[in-house]
């Protein structure tokens, strides 16, 4: 991710993203486990705001703590680099998990029609 304001902006997205499809299926499908459908969207929303949370870091070692600016640059943006890398890879796990809790609370029999659905 190029920055934190970008970052969080793709969170923001891909979640909400994610939450209105649950949410089509919590009202519109007949049989769906309404409250484990809820509880997804919950693990949605909270990976959504812990990934915003830990972006909202800074690089504390100053450019004095460096030979010159082309060391601090670089040492920055590694740091950086491998912080949204880590954040981003907990998000996707935690999206995930949440994504199969909410296919589990969908009947079979939905399931089946949109797997016929897909392959027509």
């Given at each position: 991710?190029?920055?934190?304001?970008?970052?969080?902006?793709?969170?923001d997205?891909?979640g909400?993203s994610?939450?209105?499809e649950m949410?089509?299926?919590y009202?519109?499908?007949?049989?769906?486990?309404?409250?484990?459908?809820?509880?997804?969207?919950g693990k949605?929303?909270?990976?959504?705001?812990?990934a915003?949370?830990?972006s909202?870091?800074?690089?504390?070692?100053g450019?004095?703590?460096?030979a010159?600016?082309k060391?601090?640059?670089?040492?920055?943006?590694?740091?950086f680099?491998?912080?949204?890398?880590?954040?981003?890879?907990?998000f996707?796990a935690?999206?995930?998990?949440?994504?199969?809790?909410?296919?589990?609370?969908?009947?079979?029999?939905?399931?089946?029609a949109?797997?016929?659905?897909a392959n027509?």
């Open positions: 991710m190029p920055n934190k304001r970008d970052f969080k902006k793709y969170a997205a891909l909400a994610v939450v209105e949410m089509v299926s009202y519109n499908v007949e049989g769906a486990d309404r409250k484990a459908i809820a509880g997804a969207v949605v929303l909270e990976a959504i705001e812990d915003k949370n830990k909202n870091v800074f690089f504390e070692r450019v004095k703590s460096f010159d600016h060391e601090y640059a670089k040492a920055k943006h590694e740091f680099r491998a912080l949204f890398n880590n954040i981003e890879t907990e996707g935690k999206i995930d998990e949440a994504v199969k809790e909410f296919n589990a609370a969908l009947p079979e029999s939905y399931k089946a949109q797997k016929e659905i027509a």
